[in-house]
């Protein structure tokens, strides 16, 4: 296929998925299961397959999966397999919007459950990023206090004391992930426009104020990861040098 016919199939898919989408939004429960994301956790991930899908990946969550600190792109480095394929199943239905990267993580593009099995087993073995982009209040200030109490109180039991998330349940580890894309994120689940947002989740955020929201976020993106799991400053990735 050349580039052309590409980018036409990828807009008529996009034209037709969208309002398919929409209308199954309702009917769908949270994390049913089935199609793609069923048949990705079944498969045995293939590292060297992986690092070959993620290359169209990297153009935008770079090389090292870091992504960029002004949160355009998030971090995906170090992110639970089950949770990556969850997402990148739930955006390929159509089940979270998307737009920027759906033509990109296409079956044609990519390939079916194999190539999503393997590329987030291979994001999940990246090093994180160690300085992702931060929220403005340091340790001690009032509001990284009411960011820390409001986390406490609401997020602990899904997401972990320190942001690591349960990957057997699909919460995505949210710990040092960019600012700017964790409150857009979870202003979206809080108002409705994540349509794949756990609706338990929902329900304990609805009465977050824009402070609250921006003060827990503040307090996620900085929440250290386990060394151990944290590249070093500059680290560049051997595999696509
Ligand atoms: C053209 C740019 C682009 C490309 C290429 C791209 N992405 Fe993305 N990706 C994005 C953007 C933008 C977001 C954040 C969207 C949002 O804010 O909801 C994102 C979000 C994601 C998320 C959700 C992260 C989370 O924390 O929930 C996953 C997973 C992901 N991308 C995986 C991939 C994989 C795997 C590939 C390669 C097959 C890929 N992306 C290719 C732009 C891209
Ligand atoms: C009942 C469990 C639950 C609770 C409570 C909860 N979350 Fe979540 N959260 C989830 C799940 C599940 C997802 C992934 C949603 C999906 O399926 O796409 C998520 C997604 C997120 C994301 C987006 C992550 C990404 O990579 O895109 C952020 C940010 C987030 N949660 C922050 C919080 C914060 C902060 C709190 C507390 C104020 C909180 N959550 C409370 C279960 C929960």
């Not at 190539?115 to 990246?126: E, M, P, Q, T």
């Not at 109490?149 to 997020?155: M, P, S, W």
């Not at 409705?192 to 609250?212: L, T, W």
Request: with cysteine; hydrophobic share 35%; glycine share 10%.
């Amino acid at each position: 296929m050349n580039v052309k016919m590409k980018t036409l199939v990828a807009a008529v898919a996009l034209t037709f998925g969208f309002s398919a989408g929409a209308m199954a939004a309702d009917a769908k429960k949270w994390n049913e299961g089935g199609g793609e994301q069923g048949d990705a956790l079944k498969l045995t991930p293939n590292l060297e397959n992986g690092v070959e899908v993620y290359e169209v990946c990297s153009a935008c969550h770079l090389p090292e999966g870091w992504g960029l600190p002004d949160g355009t792109f998030p971090m995906l480095a170090g992110q639970h397999a089950k949770v990556t394929i969850k997402q990148l199943a739930d955006i390929r239905a159509l089940n979270r919007d998307n737009p920027t990267m759906y033509p990109f993580a296409l079956p044609s593009e990519i390939g079916g459950p194999q190539s999503i099995a393997d590329v987030a087993a291979y994001i999940a073995k990246l090093p994180m990023n160690p300085k992702p982009g931060l929220g403005e209040w340091a340790e001690g200030t009032p509001e990284f206090e009411h960011g820390k109490k409001l986390y406490a109180d609401n997020c602990v039991r899904c997401h972990g004391a320190n942001g690591e998330g349960i990957p057997d349940k699909y919460y995505p580890r949210i710990q040092g992930q960019h600012y700017n894309y964790l409150v857009r994120q979870f202003e979206w689940i809080r108002d409705g426009k994540r349509r794949n947002a756990n609706p338990d989740m929902v329900e304990q955020i609805k009465g977050f104020s824009d402070d609250d929201m921006k003060q827990v976020m503040n307090f996620v993106s900085r929440q250290k990861p386990p060394a151990k799991d944290v590249g070093p400053e500059g680290w560049l990735n051997p595999d696509f040098d």
